[in-house]
């Protein structure tokens, strides 16, 4: 349970239909797919409702990454938003260490309350900061034995615009500054990106002879998102 304590500025637990935005209310219908214990005081800002991963799919995230290779033993969540993923890998209990990084506070006052109501808040170290310079200089050395999971931000032109997005285009940050700023640091790097990433693009980093496994994570019959798993990942 969470200590129960008023939520910063520009955090909120919406309870009723009416204080919501109109913009995030077909997320708030959704609420308990997203966290099963909403009602315990889950905290959001209005920006985190459109990027969280839902439980259902961040628990099978969490599974499918526990097959890394036992050497590795630490996680970092290099984007950590409201929590959704960050708490999954820590009620996994595979990993000795989490890292969960996030540039913005208020969602990483999200996240840390948020992992207070699913008790596993003891067992993260949250970082406030910028990914792209956190992973080099202040995680190099706990880096090599980690996984780094990344769901960064899926902006630029509306990915369910498209039958194939472009993932070079992505924003703020392209496949191929992810790939590059992630594999320096670690060599098992898992992305989740939009479902209709395109999978040639993804292709291009598959090692020569090895495959390169990407996989959907559905709710209700229909894909939410993929995630490419880059490095040694036991077959499932
Ligand atoms: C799609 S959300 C992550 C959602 C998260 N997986 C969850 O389930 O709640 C992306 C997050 O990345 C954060 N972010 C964007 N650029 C960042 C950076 N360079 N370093 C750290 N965090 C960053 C954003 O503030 C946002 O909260």
């Not at 109109?22 to 209005?46: A, C, L, N, P, V």
């Not at 496949?175 to 989740?192: N, P, R």
Request: glycine residues 6%; aromatic residues 12%.
């Amino acid at each position: 349970m969470a200590p129960v304590t008023d939520p910063p500025e520009g955090v909120h637990h919406y309870e009723t239909a009416d204080e919501v935005p109109f913009e995030i209310s077909k997320y708030w219908h959704q609420r308990y797919e997203i966290f099963s214990k909403y009602d315990e005081g889950i905290w959001m800002t209005d920006d985190a409702w459109f990027g969280v991963t839902p439980e259902p799919v961040a628990r099978k995230i969490a599974q499918d990454i526990a097959n890394a290779p036992k050497s590795k033993n630490i996680l970092i969540d290099a984007f950590a938003g409201a929590g959704g993923n960050t708490i999954a890998f820590a009620l996994s209990g595979r990993w000795n260490q989490i890292f969960a990084i996030e540039k913005d506070p208020k969602a990483l006052a999200c996240a840390k309350h948020n992992a207070e109501v699913y008790g596993v808040a003891k067992k993260i170290w949250w970082i406030e900061g910028d990914s792209f310079t956190v992973l080099p200089k202040r995680l190099k050395q706990s880096a090599k034995n980690a996984v780094v999971f990344g769901s960064p931000p899926w902006g630029g032109p509306t990915y369910t615009d498209f039958e194939v997005f472009d993932l070079a285009v992505m924003q703020p940050y392209s496949l191929q500054q992810l790939h590059d700023a992630f594999s320096a640091v670690s060599s098992e790097v898992i992305l989740y990106l939009p479902r209709t990433s395109d999978l040639q693009q993804l292709a291009k980093y598959a090692k020569k002879g090895e495959k390169l496994k990407v996989a959907h994570y559905c709710m209700r019959g229909a894909s939410k998102a993929m995630c490419v798993f880059m490095g040694t990942f036991e077959a499932d």
